[in-house]
Nanobody
Framework: QVQLVESGGGLVQPGGSLRLSCAAS????????MSWYRQAPGKERELVAS???????NYADSVKGRFTISRDSAKNTVYLQMNSLKPEDTSVYYC??????????WGQGTQVTVSS
């Protein structure tokens, strides 16, 4: 049973920082590509960042230079460090795990609100 649980969201002012965590269980964490997606009201869900089991990363243009994705195999956890936050970063952030044979799994999401 694949389970992903996000945490670390909250309310911050523009220019502030947050660190999101996604705790994974029920699967072999190191064999999955892990990603963060976000979806704001009225908008499509979009890929924010991803990291492969080999450590290769990919970022949306809108967050490059501000966000960093990482994974800790010992803790079965993926992180999203978010710096220099902007109001347009306000969204529900979802953790995603992908395996070529087993498909996608999703967390329930954590709210990030950036407001002055």
């Amino acid at each position: 049973q694949v389970q992903l649980v996000e945490s670390g969201g909250g309310l911050v002012q523009p220019g502030g920082s947050l660190r999101l965590s996604c705790a994974a269980s029920g699967f072999t964490f190191s064999t999955y590509r892990m990603s963060w997606y976000r979806q704001a009201p009225g908008k499509e869900r979009e890929l924010v960042a991803s990291i492969t089991n080999g450590g290769s990363t990919n970022y949306a243009d809108s967050v490059k230079g501000r966000f960093t994705i990482s994974r800790d195999s010992a803790k079965n956890t993926v992180y999203l460090q978010m710096n220099s936050l902007k109001p347009e970063d306000t969204s529900v952030y979802y953790c995603n795990a992908y395996h070529v044979r087993l498909g996608n799994s999703w967390g329930q999401g954590t709210q990030v609100t950036v407001s002055s």
